[in-house]
């Protein structure tokens, strides 16, 4: 449950906190259940990718995207889980100035992502995608790149 204290730095701050506390205590349940330890990793776009076979791509128009639907990244794996929760302190300077921005109503440029099927990978905007979740929100806004496969 999200409780603001209406200090935007502040609740930017616990925000981030919060997200970190759930993704330790995510990893702790996959350690608890013995299951494998990839079960909350992020999707890695080039392994799908290369599984499904790539036909082509094609840029589409900017478009608003349920934020369910991003499932995996290009190449940010270790800084977020599969949840976009951070995994460590490392993003958390950037995060809580997206978080602070967020929470103030400032423009946030859209993420870019590639799309395979019905499914989301982040190729720039994991941080934003990050905050989103955290704050509850359900879609994003996203360019979209379609990637064609067999």
Do not use: C, K
């Amino acid at each position: 449950m999200r409780r603001d204290t209406g200090f935007v730095r502040a609740d930017a701050e616990n925000d981030f906190l919060r997200s970190r506390r759930r993704q330790v205590l995510a990893r702790l349940a996959t350690w608890l259940r013995r299951e494998p330890d990839d079960v909350n990793v992020v999707l890695p776009f080039d392994e799908v990718v290369d599984a499904l076979g790539r036909v082509g791509q094609r840029r589409l128009r900017r478009q608003v995207i349920a934020l369910d639907s991003i499932v995996g990244s290009v190449d940010r794996t270790r800084d977020f889980d599969r949840y976009f929760r951070p995994t460590s302190g490392r993003v958390r300077q950037r995060w809580e100035r997206l978080a602070i921005a967020t929470r103030r109503g400032e423009s946030i440029p859209p993420i870019d992502v590639f799309r395979v099927g019905d499914l989301h990978f982040v190729r720039d905007g994991h941080h934003r995608v990050s905050v989103a979740h955290a704050l509850g929100l359900h879609t994003i806004e996203a360019t979209v790149t379609e990637v064609l496969t067999r």
